[in-house]
């Protein structure tokens, strides 16, 4: 129960027992409390399980702040992902090491104490194959309990430390594995913000750390910074790239009185914003608490070899018991238990997977496990994100329209702008100087160029004055009015064209029209994923406007959303898991991550940002989109060889186990012909990964 310990005008302190626990992220905390209207600055301390909040001097925010800790446990607060110092969830590999002193100690020990190490040694995976059936029924868990036990009660010493040795091998490689992710999630969702320039209401300037910031602080961003606060433009002018959040392409204008969100990248010019959002309530803390949501719901999508596995376990372990208790017959049940059907399924499984793995990799493509296989063979649905996947991030020369009398072609118009933009760092005009260098196009003399931040240039050509840049910034600023050519601007942007505006001497010299550069091979990538059994296409964007839907009509799409937050591609992701899809999802941003991570596999371009590569299940190393078409029909077809293999081991092993059971195999046949099969299965997967024609 939260109890307020003491309070002052405009200050709280109250305490939280939520607080002792030390995985709480405090982070989300302080960014939660702050979220309150009202509320201007929190601070944690764990220790003494309190929180000092500093707030409006009305009672009416103090009992909000009380309301809100209180619900606090109900909000499910975020963990801490584990880090480097933080070991609890990462691989322990003292049963490992303790496997390998046994196998060394026991043939010296006398049988008694050799009997008490060896049972020690396999206490812990008895307690977990218990445990397991007690909670999930007959398990490959409860299976390796019977085998260790099995062998441990015929007094096998050597026998029963080997296969305890082997078990915790594989754990200890899975948990280093885990461990690994965690450590490379934590960096990224929690990054060092560092510090960032705060102006006071005099006008002074000096920097605080960035998770110090409050509601209506000035925070002043210059080129090349990251703004850390969703907010409003007080001063200045920008120009700002928003693709890491909203996957827009082009760098956005940005003045007093527009909206800046978190993420986003000033990329010329400077400005003092007032803060909005701050902590957890910003855009991008809200993608970190998307990821962290995603990684504690473990949806856990039990895969086919391990549930199957589970299955003749169950098989098993049942007929062992009728043939001891009909027989009493020790021999009998001994062969019964060397039957394991799982292992050819497991081993089998797992070595398909790996040479499916093997294969994609040579063709360009990272698979993240058969996790990512099956989700991938059982996807029926794929989304795109627009920017970086089905498009490139550059921009293309869509067309060149002369407007005035002046204006004496394309390659005239596309020499004058290409010679005058030619040492901006826009995409715009890097894609008009690459189309002018294609052309060949002469380079044209002109005076000196102003650049005019977020809106144009302009410059003199030869006696005359050139404007290039925004519609807005050519009428408004330049006084040269296009509306007399409305029909055919309206006619260039109908189909998702962005324009770029030329003037001359005061009047309309062109435009250009510019358009996301599509892949060359999208159109067949759409095809081929239909061929392999995709049901439904459907591309999401942050771009609004025409370009997205023009986009999907062109390459033939189910569906589009246009114009959509990055927290709301996730919702998409769910809404059609909800209708029964299974969701593959393309993507390579920052905003993507999260819609990578709630889809049943996610799919990360390469050249896309480090979290959206960690949180993929598929990467693909190479810029080719037909990976993902590629890949689709590898995971189908790895997932044939593998029920093939469940069919294969299944006839052999009940064979063999109908013999053991009549008591016609005793048990070195038994052994030699259940291993056989696994050896057979093992050499199949083999050969199959030298063929790659599939």
């Keep these: 129960m939260v109890q307020l310990v003491h309070a002052s005008p405009g200050r709280s302190r109250f305490r939280v027992p939520l607080l002792g626990d030390r995985t709480l992220d405090p982070h989300y905390v302080r960014g939660y409390v702050e979220a309150v209207p ?33 619900g606090l446990a109900e909000s499910r607060p975020p963990r801490r992902v584990s880090t480097g110092r933080d070991r609890t969830n990462g691989a322990d590999p003292l049963p490992l090491v303790a496997g390998v002193a046994t196998l060394v100690l026991v043939p010296l020990l006398p049988p008694p104490v050799r009997a008490f190490v060896t049972w020690a040694h396999i206490s812990g995976t008895i307690r977990e194959g218990v445990g397991a059936l007690f909670t999930r029924g007959i398990t490959v868990e409860a299976l390796d309990a019977t085998a260790v036990t099995l062998t441990a009660l015929r007094r096998d010493w050597m026998a029963t430390n080997v296969t305890q040795t082997l078990l915790s091998l594989a754990t200890f490689v899975e948990g280093t594995t885990r461990r690994a992710a965690d450590d490379l999630l934590a960096h990224l969702m929690r990054p060092d913000l560092g510090e960032v320039w705060i102006e006071d209401t005099d006008g002074r300037r000096h920097r605080v750390p960035a998770d110090s910031l409050s509601e209506g602080d000035r925070v002043v961003v210059a080129a090349g910074e990251t703004i850390p606060v969703d907010g409003t433009v007080a001063a200045g002018l920008a120009s700002v790239n928003q693709a890491a959040v909203t996957g827009e392409s082009l760098p956005k204008p940005k ?16 400005l003092t914003i007032t803060a909005e959002r701050i902590g957890a309530a910003t855009t991008m803390a809200r993608i970190a608490s998307f990821l962290r949501t995603a990684l504690e719901d473990d949806r856990g999508i039990l895969s086919k070899a391990a ?49 499916a793995m093997g294969r994609a990799a040579r063709r360009g493509v990272l698979i993240k496990g058969g996790a990512a296989l099956e989700g991938l063979a059982a996807a029926d649905t794929v989304v795109f994100d627009k920017t ?49 260098r294609e052309r060949h196009l002469a380079h044209i003399d002109h005076e000196a160029v102003e650049f005019f931040i977020g809106h144009g240039l302009s410059t003199m050509v030869g006696g005359r004055s ?35 505006y030329i003037g001359a001497d005061g009047v309309p010299h062109g435009v250009i029209a510019m358009r996301d550069r599509v892949r060359a091979d999208a159109g067949e990538v759409v095809e081929a994923l239909r061929a392999a059994g995709i049901e439904r296409l459907v591309l999401i964007t942050g771009d609004p406007g025409p370009a997205g839907p023009d986009l999907g009509a062109h390459l033939g799409l189910d569906h589009v959303h246009a114009g959509i937050a990055p927290e709301d591609k996730a919702h ?5 898991q909800q209708e029964g899809r299974r969701v593959a999802f393309v993507g390579d941003g920052v905003n993507d991550a999260p819609a990578l991570m709630a889809a049943d596999v996610g799919i990360a371009m390469p050249r896309g940002a480090d979290i959206a590569r960690a949180t993929a299940d598929v990467v693909l190393t190479e810029d080719d989109l037909d990976g993902v078409a590629r890949t689709r029909m590898l995971a189908t077809e790895t997932l044939r060889r593998i029920d093939r293999t469940f069919q ?23 052994a030699l012909l259940h291993n056989g099969t696994t050896i057979g299965v093992l050499i199949a997967a083999t050969l199959w990964g030298r063929d790659d024609r599939a």
């Design 648 to 670: 294969a081991s299944a006839v052999v092993n009940t064979g063999v186990l109908i013999g053991a059971a009549l008591g016609r195999l005793p048990p070195t046949p038994t």
């Design 572 to 576: 998409i992701i769910a809404d059609l």
């Design 307 to 355: 549930e199957l596995a589970d299955r003749r376990v169950a098989i098993t372990l049942a007929a062992g018991l009728v043939v001891l208790a009909l027989t009493r017959d020790a021999r009998r049940l001994e062969a019964l238990f060397l039957v394991d059907f799982s292992c050819a399924v497991k081993l089998g499984t797992s070595v398909a997977i790996k040479t």
């Design 388 to 436: 970086g996947t089905l498009t490139h991030n550059s921009l293309d020369v869509a067309s060149i329209t002369c407007l005035g009398s002046q204006c004496r072609g394309e390659d005239d118009l596309l020499a004058l702008v290409a010679s005058v933009t030619e040492h901006s760092t826009h995409p715009v005009a890097g894609a008009v100087v690459d189309l002018a």
């Design 38 to 70: 009202g509320v201007t600055r929190a601070r944690l301390n764990q220790v003494a399980r309190s929180v000092v909040v500093e707030h409006a001097q009305t009672p009416e925010v103090r009992d909000r702040v009380a309301a809100a800790l209180d």
């Design 466 to 500: 050139v404007r290039i840049g925004s519609r807005h910034y050519l009428e408004e600023h330049e006084g040269i009015d296009f509306a007399p050519f409305e029909d055919a601007l309206a006619d260039l942007t109908a189909d998702g064209a962005s324009l770029l």
């Design 255 to 270: 003045e007093p009185g527009d909206a800046v969100i978190s993420g986003s990248v000033v990329e010329d010019g400077r």
